[in-house]
């Protein structure tokens, strides 16, 4: 019997819009209690999720075979851009092990001058996000040397931790080696360069204008000069153990040109990569297969400095396969979502209110801000949002870059001001400053929303799609 003559003889239900809600329901009642309680991992909770969306399907008379279908066609559109995050943990591996990020790191550090604690804490904590790719692992050193600092002269810490945390979390956003931002293209299907050329519309005048008012607050706390012990010994260490020449440079230039002359993404950073693993043999001593471990695990530095050894051991392709699971498991829901036209009627009743430029940027914001708040959880307030709003974009001619800033900004840096989620709870136990203490301080993670509702109203940089294939640079 053919699927015809089944489906004819056993009709289809038509589920209701409660009916095609109940994933979403139960969704965000096993994050918000599985993760955001118990602290089980989210890949585990979305196959759950995928998996009582499928008996669902079943019910209303679907086959396994159209939601297999709909699983597969959903992850093919995100390979692209989980094979550039894939490349991400080749570049960091290689990048540390020739010496670029620690070089960019210790002339950060040597360059800033710490007269103006506010400024100086932001924009280094940015610098060395940006470098690391790493949020939690500039707060967890740079951000307690920080906090030590402003012990020191008596300034209140929750202004200085709202530094930290919002200059870590601009760095984050803007590095090409952050799995958040390599994350946030593959939810909305567009690619990571043009996402993040595109975010900075919007997060630099954030990022500008919450220095401008560090700049100010921080002229009533003095102008004292302060060497920290740990920012000392971090960049004594790094001398150390690590040769610097101009030339470890390169690696970072290759990939600034190849986005600059949109050349394929995924070459560069191979290209990229293969020069940084030379000039670590030729700079560093590294033998191939300290190289080759780097790239595959994860660079892991053992100079004898806990602060240093927690910065720079990361990367490697290993260290991307939680989020691509994450991202794996949440396709795979949002594939039968859709093979199941439960996606589809959600989305005519949001598009009853989603019409206009400026209310589908509300409601991305809404929906982001309202699954961080649910799950706790940076991956999973993109992921969502990005998945279920993505054929609104599509259908209203609006580019998916506009989706992927959105989401980030108004989803994963929304996610450290939340005291029960892990970055919040990771934060408060790292620097030991309460999340309410530094959330009204962290002037970029919320200034950035309400620009993105600004330009939502006006349309500025709210750019137009231009191609079928937006996960190619110059979409």
């Known amino acids: 019997m053919n699927q015809s003559t089944e489906s004819k003889k056993y009709p289809r239900k038509q589920p209701s819009f409660f009916v095609a809600l109940i994933p979403l329901i139960v969704m965000g009642i096993l994050l918000g209690v599985g993760y955001g309680i118990y602290h089980i991992r989210p890949q585990v909770l979305l196959v759950t999720a995928a998996f009582i969306t499928g008996c669902l399907g079943i019910f209303l008379r679907f086959t396994w075979q159209e939601m297999e279908r709909g699983i597969v066609n959903s992850i093919h559109k995100a390979m692209p851009a989980i094979l550039i995050m894939l490349c991400v943990g080749i570049l960091i591996g290689s990048w540390i092990a020739s010496g670029t990020i620690p070089m960019i790191i210790y002339y950060g550090l040597k360059l800033i001058s710490p007269k103006l604690f506010l400024v100086t804490a932001c924009f280094v904590c940015s610098i060395t996000s940006i470098a690391t790719g790493t949020s939690w692992g500039t707060i967890g050193t740079l951000g307690v040397a920080f906090i030590g600092i402003a012990m020191g002269l008596g300034i209140p810490l929750g202004p200085a931790a709202g530094a930290i945390v919002a200059g870590a979390y601009f760095g984050d956003k803007m590095s090409p080696f952050s799995d958040v931002t390599n994350l946030a293209p593959v939810a909305a299907g567009s690619n990571l360069f043009d996402h993040i050329k595109h975010m900075l519309w919007s997060a630099t005048p954030a990022w500008i204008i919450g220095l401008i008012i560090y700049f100010f607050i921080g002229l009533k706390y003095g102008a004292n000069t302060v060497e920290s012990q740990t920012t000392i010994l971090i960049t004594q260490t790094l001398k150390e153990h690590f040769h610097f020449n101009i030339l470890l440079l390169v690696p970072m230039v290759i990939v600034f040109y190849f986005a600059a002359t949109k050349k394929p993404t995924i070459p560069g950073m191979l290209v990229s990569s293969i020069t940084a693993s030379i000039l670590a043999i030729i700079f560093q001593k590294a033998s191939i297969t300290e190289i080759a471990t780097a790239v595959n695990t994860g660079y892991q530095a053992n100079t004898g400095v806990e602060a240093v050894d927690q910065l720079i051991s990361r990367g490697g392709m290993m260290s991307m396969m939680e989020t691509q699971l994450v991202a794996f498991t949440a396709f795979a829901f949002g594939g039968i979502m859709q093979s199941t036209g439960l996606l589809s009627i959600i989305l005519d009743k949001v598009m009853k209110f989603a019409n206009k430029v400026w209310s589908i940027?509300?409601?991305?914001?809404?929906?982001?801000?309202?699954?961080?708040?649910?799950?706790?959880?940076?991956?999973?307030?993109?992921?969502?949002?990005?998945?279920?709003?993505?054929?609104?974009?599509?259908?209203?001619?609006?580019?998916?870059?506009?989706?992927?800033?959105?989401?980030?900004?108004?989803?994963?840096?929304?996610?450290?001001?939340?005291?029960?989620?892990?970055?919040?709870?990771?934060?408060?136990?790292?620097?030991?400053?309460?999340?309410?203490?530094?959330?009204?301080?962290?002037f970029m993670n919320y200034i950035s929303v309400i620009i993105l509702a600004i330009y939502g109203f006006t349309k500025f940089t709210m750019a137009p799609k231009i191609r079928e294939d937006e996960t190619q640079i110059g979409s």
């Not at 209203?396 to 992927?404: I, Q």
């Open 361 to 442: 940027v509300i409601t991305t914001i809404v929906t982001s801000i309202t699954t961080a708040l649910i799950t706790g959880s940076s991956y999973l307030s993109m992921i969502i949002p990005g998945e279920l709003l993505s054929p609104i974009y599509k259908k209203k001619g609006l580019a998916a870059k506009n989706l992927s800033r959105i989401i980030e900004e108004s989803g994963a840096i929304i996610v450290p001001l939340i005291p029960w989620s892990m970055a919040g709870v990771y934060i408060t136990g790292t620097i030991g400053v309460s999340t309410f203490s530094y959330l009204p301080w962290a």
